[in-house]
């Protein structure tokens, strides 16, 4: 096992795919699971981030306000 690896219990799941695909993807050496594990793991990711964005929308806009009203505490340092 390589270093920092995580086991991970896997779970037996059926799918229904596009034959042809499947079939080029077998062709082409690609593991199926791991690319769907991966495209899954990916769209968890960004629904989450989706998610916390509409659920942290008013602080986002205050503290968008605030620095348009107030500007950046480093703007002055800033060489142009």
């Not at 793991?41 to 989450?48: F, H, L, Q, T, W």
């Not at 503290?63 to 950046?72: I, R, S, T």
């Amino acid at each position: 096992m390589r270093a920092g690896a995580r086991s991970v219990v896997r779970k037996p799941t059926n799918l229904t795919l596009d034959a042809r695909l499947v079939a080029e993807a077998k062709n082409l050496d690609i593991n199926i699971s791991r690319v769907a594990e991966e495209s899954i793991a990916r769209a968890i990711g960004e629904e989450k981030a989706r998610l916390w964005k509409i659920e942290n929308r008013d602080v986002i806009q205050s503290l968008n306000d605030y620095a348009e009203k107030q500007g950046l505490s480093l703007d002055e340092q800033r060489q142009a």
